[in-house]
């Protein structure tokens, strides 16, 4: 099962956190239920948009750190900038009816400073990653030291996991191909691969777009991001 985040702005205004809603430009009405309706295909693109991005969950609240669902390893994580802090007491009447919306649903609700943020040191940490890769994406990570694309497992009657070593042979040979990942008698090939990346090139270039549009609301001390997560 996958796990999404909620995430909230709220920037200090004379000693009062006041709610940042980002997501107002794409609103679209509401639907028959009352929730409101959201121009998805605008809202995707807006830099304060976070989509699925594990790796960041790790570093934000320790969420989905090395693990993936139902426990498989993806790596050795992260270290996260806090362990989830909850909401914050003076959190904005906005944020928290969301948050209540959500119920038992929501999980992990923590809180972060942009000051914490820029000062978390993205680019002298490094991790290591592993997943499960097809052929091609097996090509792409010996010419690039790191696949496109990867599964924290994969299985099913027709895939077969191979070694490295068994995945260069089956390539070699013509049974495996990058052109179609089903190879010799209709078998879906995997190996395993891992390597070294900086926590920067980890979460993506998109998260410091996010910082960068959240550096434009006001002095690091007086932005903050509120979030919680829901599988």
């Known amino acids: 099962m996958g796990c999404d985040i909620h995430f909230h702005i709220e920037v200090k205004k004379d000693t009062v956190w006041q709610h940042h809603d980002w997501r107002e430009p794409h609103k679209q009405g509401v ?36 693990y993936g669902f139902a426990g498989v390893k993806t790596g050795d994580g992260f270290i996260p900038i806090s362990q989830p802090r909850g909401l ?47 052929p091609a994406e097996y090509l792409s990570f010996k010419e690039n030291g790191k696949p496109n694309s990867w599964c924290g497992g994969v299985s ?11 995945m260069d042979r089956l390539l070699k040979s013509g049974e495996a191909s990058a052109d179609d990942i089903a190879g010799d008698q209709d078998k879906y090939y995997y190996t395993r691969v891992s390597w070294e990346e900086s926590y920067r090139d980890a979460v993506g270039a998109a998260w410091f777009r ?19 997560f829901d599988n």
């Not at 003076?90 to 942009?114: F, I, K, N, Y």
């Open 88 to 134: 914050p007491a003076d959190v904005t009447a906005e944020v928290r009816s969301e948050s209540d919306g959500w119920g038992c649903d929501g999980h992990s609700h923590s809180w972060l400073t942009l000051a914490e943020l820029q000062a978390y040191d993205w680019d002298e940490q490094s991790t290591q990653q592993l997943g499960w890769v097809n």
């Open 156 to 166: 099913g009657g027709r895939i077969v996991h191979v070694s490295n070593e068994g």
């Open 210 to 228: 996010t910082m960068e549009k959240l550096a434009e609301l006001d002095k690091p001390e007086n932005v903050r991001i509120i979030f919680w």
């Open 31 to 66: 639907y028959n239920d009352s929730s409101t309706k959201y121009d998805y295909g605008t809202m995707f693109e807006n830099p304060l948009w976070i989509s699925r991005n594990y790796d960041l969950f790790a570093i934000l609240a320790d969420v989905r750190n090395g």
